[in-house]
C-alpha cells in the first residue's frame, strides 16, 4: 500500500484537530490546499518534458507555458506567505483570549462570591441539589393533578350534555314547528318560474 507521508499526516492532523486552536486548523487547511496546489503545477511541469517539439513556435509555446506554471506556483506560494501572517495574529489573538479566560477562572474569589457559593451549596441550588430534585417532584405532582382536574370536568361537561340532550330535542322540535307556521304561503299565492 503506497501512502505518501503527507496524506499521513494530513489524516492525522484532521484526528487530532479536536484539541488545536481554531486558527491552527486553519493554517493546516491552508497549508495541504497550497500544497496540493504546487503538486498540480509541478505535475504539468512535468508533462511538458514528454511534449516533443518540431518548430521554434513549438519550443516558444512550451517554454511560455513552463514560465506560466512557475509564475503560478510562485503565486500560490506568496498567498500563503500572506495568509500566514494573517495567521499569526489570529492564533496570537486566540492564544491570548484562551489566556485570559484561564487567568479569569483562576482569580481568587471576593467574600461576597464565597458567601454566594456557601449559600447556593447550603440550599442545594447548585446542580443535583436536594432542592432541584423537591422542585422536580412537586412540577410533577401539579402536573398530575391538573390532568385529574381536566378529566373530571370534561367528564362533568359530557354528562351535563347528556342530561341536557332531551330537553333541548324538545325545544327544536318547537322551534321548527313555529318556524314552519310562519313560513307557511299565504292565500291566493301563484308560484311561478322565471328562466333567462
Not at 518534458?49 to 513552463?66: D, R
Not at 454566594?116 to 447548585?126: K, M, S
Not at 430534585?133 to 362533568?156: F, G, P, R, S, W
Request: aromatic residues 4%; charged residues 35%.
Amino acid at each position: 500500500m503506497n501512502i505518501s507521508w503527507d496524506q499521513t499526516s494530513g489524516i492525522l492532523r484532521r484526528m487530532n484537530s479536536a484539541g488545536m486552536l481554531k486558527s491552527t486548523q486553519d493554517r493546516l487547511e491552508r497549508q495541504e490546499e497550497t500544497q496540493k496546489q504546487v503538486e498540480f503545477f509541478e505535475k504539468q511541469k512535468e508533462n511538458l518534458k514528454n511534449v516533443t517539439c518540431g518548430s521554434v513556435e513549438e519550443i516558444a509555446e512550451k517554454l511560455k507555458m513552463f514560465q506560466s506554471y512557475e509564475e503560478q506556483i510562485a503565486s500560490v506560494k506568496a498567498a500563503y506567505n500572506q495568509e500566514q501572517l494573517f495567521h499569526v495574529l489570529d492564533e496570537s489573538t486566540e492564544r491570548g483570549e484562551k489566556i485570559a479566560e484561564t487567568v479569569e477562572e483562576m482569580e481568587p474569589k471576593t467574600p461576597e462570591e464565597r458567601m454566594e457559593d456557601l449559600v447556593e451549596e447550603a440550599l442545594g441550588i447548585e446542580d443535583g441539589g436536594e432542592l432541584e430534585e423537591i422542585t422536580d417532584k412537586l412540577e410533577e405532582a401539579v402536573e398530575e393533578m391538573t390532568e385529574e382536574n381536566l378529566e373530571t370536568v370534561i367528564d362533568e361537561a359530557v354528562q351535563d350534555s347528556v342530561e341536557k340532550a332531551p330537553e333541548a330535542d324538545t325545544e327544536l322540535a318547537a322551534a321548527s314547528e313555529e318556524l314552519i307556521e310562519n313560513l307557511q304561503v299565504p292565500e291566493g299565492y301563484m308560484p311561478f318560474d322565471v328562466r333567462l
